[in-house]
């Protein structure tokens, strides 16, 4: 049993040994790996911080090299940036347009200078202030002061008397004012409303300039330029309102320009017109030039060549830098715009607008021209399509019951007729090329009668005709027949007649290749097609065959006709031939549209044909035969408005006529058109012979100047 104690008692003191180094072991374990632990972290920051270290190096770096680059490298290209952002730039005035010369080098329109005194308000003048310089400026110039309204002198007498205006308000109306039932508005036009006859009386002449004048300077937008004159200003004006300057506070002078018209009235509507200083871009034209670039009182082209050809007409002005002291810098020095030359041969132009002028008031002299209001002529080079001289002249009556002549060229490209048998050209080319109708095919001129319908004559009976004589005798019957067989239809007396309604469309295609119905490509703005018409009956499109359905427009025909000329080859006709002194720059409008699609031996028929009409059919003296002319005489069924409902409701007949010549080498055509020259129920059958006239005197003058 003892001994059994003393074995327990020994392992005890084992265990507490064992327990002992358990313990010892332990903690050294503890020790370590805590050791270890704070040694790894140790190592990490040193990694991180180390990195870190790196990136601050490479970022002062990459700063370095950026401040290097920009303070050193750059600097030039920066400090240019810094400038254009913090300068002020400004532009001077619009600079002078270019010129314009006609085909042969003469001066058409130029620019002349032209004094302005204007007036723009400073920051802080009182009315007081205005007031005496209206004074003095009305002592330096003479002005029109009958312009002043009545509105306008009491508004200046009120000025001049504010004290005397406000006692003409009464003692009711100010508490009206108080209590809100009266304006500050309607108080002020009381007052003007109260100024007497008896006090504006006392006022002088000088009074009255100085009342128109203050009115200039206060007309518009307070920060604008208030134009005072700008037409007849003398040397003198000019000269003392410039050395009193410094009297005028908000007055200055300055040289403007204005377009000099050299031959007057001469092709004047087609040139177009340039908007004033003073006006700057019209309201209807704002959008347009703000697109492209310009100020709103920027003097631009408004209309017809001026305005098609403004961005190289246009000056360029001087730009400015406005300087820290307010002082001006010249940045780029402004230049006169570009000089263009013409297709127009002025004196050709005058010469016909001289012509044309003439024998329209020698037409409405004669007997059936009660709805005649006027005629237009073109002149015109086939093979380039360049016009040569183009007028439109109209009627105006006066209160006297005479007649006066206004300028309607504008007419040529916007205004439309029927044209009648001048299109029978294009006619004969719709048969041949789809075989309604055979080189030398003869018909006998008989009228054509269709169903519930009147007869269709030609303007007499004829008798036996081929081609070329039907041309030449301008035969309708001829041509029905045609597009009967082109709408490929069974001819009848008295029948009902279906065609196929695409023969519309055969006809149009093809008129369409000699110009008719479609934009010309002429280069001015507002360009009409005409208006086609849109019923396709079987009796229309015979109609259509002589003329008689759509209308034209005269630069149609024009290029119609140039077309036949040329060959069949349509060119878009033009009037701005290129830059002055530059001659590489010529011609650059000159454009080939197309050609028609027919066969040379068609094309040579319709050559034929236009011969003979001039020859011995019914253009037979219309120009002299030496001239070696070709052309197509027409006449056609119109209608005029007479009562202004926007209805037609009267029947009138125009008259056209096209040419060219020499026809072995053709260099020019003439475009005659004449509408509502008659009426078919007037108290005469008399129909004017305008067309011949005008055909005679303008071609003997084209050939006198280029024989």
Known sequence: MKKIKEKIKKLKGKRKTSLKISKKQSKQTYNFNTYKENKDIKIE???????????????????????????????????TELENLTKTVIYGESAPRGRIYDRNGKLIVDNKPSKVIYYKKPSGIT???????????????????????????????????????????????????????????????????????????????????????????????????????????????????????????????????????????????????????????????????????????????????????????????NKYQVMSDGSYKLLEEGKRGNDIVLTIDIELQKALEEILTEEVLNAKKEANTEYYNGSFVIISDPKTGEILAMAGKQLKQNDDGSYSVIDFTSGITQSTAVMGSVVKGASHIVGYNTGALKIGEVRYDNCVKIAATPEKCSWKYLGRLNDITALAQSSNTYQYYTAINVGKGTYKYNKPLVIDKSAFTTYRDTFAEFGLGVETGIDLPNESTGIKGNDSTSGLLLDFSIGQNDTYTPIQLAQYINTIANNGTRMTPYLYKGLYGDTSSYDQNKKELNKVNTKQEYMDRVHEGFKAVLQYGTGAGYIDLSYKPAGKTGTSQSFVDTNDDKKVDKETITTTFVAYAPYDDPKVTFTIVSPNISRPDGKTSHQSSINKRLAQRVSKKYFEIYP
Do not use: C
């Open 45 to 79: 920051i040193e990694k991180r911080y180390n990195i870190l270290n790196f990136i601050i190096i490479l970022a002062l770096l990459v700063l370095v090299i950026s401040l290097f680059v920009v303070q050193v490298v750059g600097k030039e290209k920066y400090e």
């Open 127 to 317: 009315t007081k202030e205005e007031i005496k310089i209206a004074y003095k400026l009305a002592n330096m110039i003479n002005l029109d002061f009958t312009k002043l309204n009545d509105y306008d002198f009491k508004v200046f007498w009120i000025k001049n008397h504010p004290d005397e205006a406000k006692e003409k308000i009464t003692d009711e109306e100010w508490k009206k004012l108080d209590e809100r039932k009266l304006t500050n508005d309607e108080i002020y036009e009381l007052e003007i409303e109260r100024v007497t006859a008896e006090e504006l009386a006392v006022y002088t002449d000088l009074d009255k300039k100085a009342a128109y004048i203050y009115t200039l300077m206060n007309t518009g937008y307070s920060y604008d330029e208030k134009v005072i004159k700008n037409e007849d200003v003398t040397d003198e004006e000019y000269a003392l309102v410039s050395e009193n300057l410094s009297d005028l506070k908000g007055v200055n002078t300055k040289l403007d320009w204005e377009r000099s018209y050299l031959y007057g009235s001469v092709f004047r509507s087609i040139l177009g017109n340039v908007s004033t200083s003073k006006s700057g871009i019209p309201a209807e034209l704002k959008d347009y030039y703000l697109e492209k670039g310009y100020s709103l009182d920027d003097r631009v082209g408004t209309s017809n060549l001026e305005y098609q050809y403004e961005d190289i007409l246009r000056g360029k002005k």
